[in-house]
């Protein structure tokens, strides 16, 4: 499937985006999720306009209804389980780079402890406070769409900065503990996915995560696989596939320009890897996707 109109339109930015999903339109969220996936610095909020979901964060289920706003740190393991036709989506996405470069009060860096895994990923708010935020993302996305305005940058910056600062007067309210206890073995797993993020372009090797997690190669895959039904070698497989995709997608690279990009050894085992992957090769895919 093409990309949507919003889609193509707010994604001129590589750290921040404002979008919405309108899944009665028949768009789908697997883009979305792959981009976030293989980047590891994304603050994401998405917030139940209507409809519902189902999500796998950190390993754990959650479930998602309108007027629920789902926060998701940097390199939080993912994964969509269900979503109703008819749910609709408003979601900001921002790095460290994007909201470092703001001037945000100090008072606001003291409440970001609320948007880590300590605390649970949803919020369920109030109507009134949902349409508020639903306001302010609208404002967000139409600036960013306008081509010929020459400060929506900044004009997006200043309301973005007055979304984030209404989610931090938010958060002692909404925000509750995360009680939920992790086996040693999920811990190992979600360790592991934050840390094949960051370094699945340069890195391929078992042993390195597996040095760098302090555990066997042959014990870190058999746990991976027991907790998230894949192995970790499938992991990392899957994020490069991801990526590569991504460029294929929207990118003029060669295809090249991303097998070094994504560290193979030449185009020949780039295009065997992504064949046996997804059936088919990078340039029948870059083409089927236009």
Do not use: C
Request: no cysteine; glycine share 2%.
């Amino acid at each position: 499937m093409k990309n949507s109109k919003n889609e193509t339109a707010n994604s001129n930015t590589e750290n921040f985006f404002a979008l919405t999903l309108d899944f009665s339109k028949g768009i789908i969220l697997e883009d979305l999720i792959a981009r976030s996936n293989v980047r590891n610095d994304f603050f994401i909020f998405v917030l139940f306009e209507e409809g519902e979901s189902g999500a796998m964060i950190n390993l754990k289920k959650i479930n998602l209804k309108k007027g629920d706003l789902l926060i998701i740190p940097p390199d939080a393991a993912k994964e969509r389980v269900y979503i109703s036709k008819d749910a609709v989506l408003k979601i900001v996405a921002y790095t460290s780079e994007f909201i470092s470069q703001l001037n945000l009060p100090d008072r606001f860096w003291e409440v970001t402890d609320y948007y880590s895994t300590k605390h649970k990923p949803v919020w369920t708010l109030p109507k009134s406070v949902a349409k508020n935020l639903v306001k302010l993302i609208n404002q967000m996305e139409t600036r960013i769409s306008e081509n010929d305005h020459p400060f929506k940058m900044e004009i997006v910056k200043y309301t973005f900065m007055i979304f984030i600062l209404e989610l931090a007067a938010l958060a002692p309210r909404y925000a509750l503990e995360n009680n939920q206890q992790f086996t040693r073995k999920e811990i190992l797993t979600i360790e592991f996915y934050a840390l094949a993020k960051k370094h699945f372009r340069e890195q391929r090797e078992l042993k390195y995560y597996a040095d760098a997690l302090f555990v066997t190669s042959k014990h870190l895959t058999e746990t991976v696989k027991e907790v998230s039904k894949r192995t970790a070698g499938e992991t990392i497989d899957s994020l490069l596939v991801q990526a590569a995709k991504i460029q294929l997608r929207t990118t003029s690279k060669s295809i090249a320009e991303i097998s070094d990009a994504l560290n193979f050894s030449d185009q020949s085992s780039f295009g065997k890897f992504f064949k046996r992957m997804e059936g088919v090769s990078p340039k029948a895919y870059r083409l089927n996707r236009l």
